[in-house]
């Protein structure tokens, strides 16, 4: 698919945007992988937003929201258990010492 003739001077370098499943049953290409693909994949994957050309410029609301995303407010970190002490160690005096 995207890998096929790597050595043909024609191929495009790209870089996916989503997740392009190329062989069933395996995992994807996971988002930002670069590869080589031909004109016509690399057109195709261009208009229907797969894949953009590594020499394209970068979009500025991509850059925005990746900086800075407006709107988005953080979920609040997980209340941290409560401290107890630890058990009894079988010892000397029977209780734990460091």
Known sequence: MAK???DDPKNIEIV???YVYHTP???PYPI???LLATKQLAEFWEKTGIARRMDAPVREEVLKSATKPEGVIPAEPP???EMKPPP???GP???ATA
Do not use: D, F, I, Y
Request: aromatic letters at 0%; zero cysteines.
């Open 4 to 6: 096929e003739n790597q």
């Open 16 to 18: 996916t945007l989503r």
């Open 25 to 27: 049953g395996e995992t």
């Open 32 to 34: 930002g992988t670069k």
């Open 79 to 81: 209340v941290a258990p």
């Open 88 to 90: 009894a160690q079988n």
């Open 93 to 95: 005096g029977g209780s």
